[in-house]
């Protein structure tokens, strides 16, 4: 007798600008069924879209999506698929929460970008390795969080230097040399780029692309080209890497001792948090990572006088 597969968890990844007239209302709807499903993760909704990536069963996930796609506001989504955990751990639980922005750029009201009137022009990942077989002549910026470049990105990649994505207001003016030039923005999933990408070309830059799909939708499609390392994720996984063991390099640092690592950890001080990379041999022997000296000092006098 055949022993039954396992059914295998998957993690989806989802964005959508379009105007929600009732964000409240679609918040009671989506929780309610994705508890329903079984789901772990977070879903993000304001009046200007739906934010979305969560966790469970490979048949629970296309329920959802055959259910998401008869909401004609929805049924154009590109949705972004990835091998979950084996037990549908990577995220520790449901959270729907209604926002003002799907992806906080708090360039406030009068003004904030609405992609679907201004944005880069959509460039697929084979158009991308149709750039590169060409030599052609264009830059990446990169548009995500200073760590997560970290451990991984593409060769020759810009970076602004952003510790949050609204520093780009203040940070893009490093890359003003670019204005006239090719510029491709990239970020994990394509979210922030579909803002990212309508600054600069507000801020005057004339050539701007976006990668569709973002770096995962690449990577899926070109394993081990043109990007070195892996994919920070926000979830347990933390990272993400689609070339096999033998040929995957690691680019990411320890911050203590400079080897090859990619293990995120967050510092153990109360007062600090920040997440960065820390090998096993460089945790305390209680397990704990410290960023700095300061914050292990810090939170050891906090135990000491509490």
């Known amino acids: ?45 304001a009046e200007e879209g739906i934010n979305g990536t969560f966790e469970g069963l490979e048949s629970a996930c296309k329920e959802y999506i055959d259910y998401v796609k008869k909401d004609k506001r929805f049924a154009d989504i590109h949705w972004k698929i990835s091998e979950g955990t084996e037990n549908g751990t990577a995220f520790p639980k449901l959270s729907v929460k209604v926002r003002l922005e799907i992806v906080s750029l708090h360039l406030g009201e009068e003004k904030d ?14 158009e991308l390795r149709k750039w590169y077989e060409e030599n052609r002549e264009f830059y990446i910026v990169d548009m995500r969080n200073d760590y997560e470049l970290k451990v991984g990105k593409f060769q020759n990649t810009i970076f602004p230097g952003m510790e949050n994505f609204r520093d780009l207001r ?8 670019l204005k006239d030039k090719p510029v491709l923005t990239v970020c994990t999933g394509g979210v922030r780029c579909e803002k990212a990408s309508g600054f600069l070309k507000r801020e005057g830059f004339e ?27 926000f979830d347990k996984r933390l990272t993400m890497h689609f070339d096999n063991g ?26 600090c948090h920040r997440h960065f990379i820390c090998c096993d041999d460089c945790l305390t022997p209680d397990g704990s990572a410290f960023c700095n000296l300061k914050c292990k000092i810090a939170s050891r006098l906090f135990y000491l006088t509490h």
Not at 170 to 177: A, R, V
Not at 214 to 229: C, L, Q
Not at 249 to 263: D, F, L, W, Y
Request: overall charge positive; charged content about 30%; proline content about 4%.
């Open 1 to 45: 007798m055949k022993e039954k597969l396992k059914e295998k968890y998957k993690v989806i990844l989802y964005y959508k600008y379009v105007h929600i007239d009732n964000p409240t209302e679609l918040r009671m709807e989506q929780f309610e069924f994705c508890k329903k499903l079984g789901f772990k993760g977070r879903i993000i909704i």
């Open 113 to 126: 970008i609405d992609p679907n009137t201004l944005t880069g022009t959509h460039l697929s990942p084979d």
């Open 170 to 177: 203040k940070k893009f003016k490093k890359i003003k040399n």
């Open 207 to 233: 050539n701007v692309y976006q990668l569709d799909g973002g770096i995962v939708s690449y990577m899926e499609k070109y394993p081990g080209k043109d990007f070195d390392g892996s994919l920070y994720v």
């Open 246 to 271: 033998t040929d995957h390099k690691i680019i990411g640092r320890c911050e203590k001792c400079k080897n090859p690592s990619e293990a995120y950890r967050n510092c153990r001080s109360m007062y």
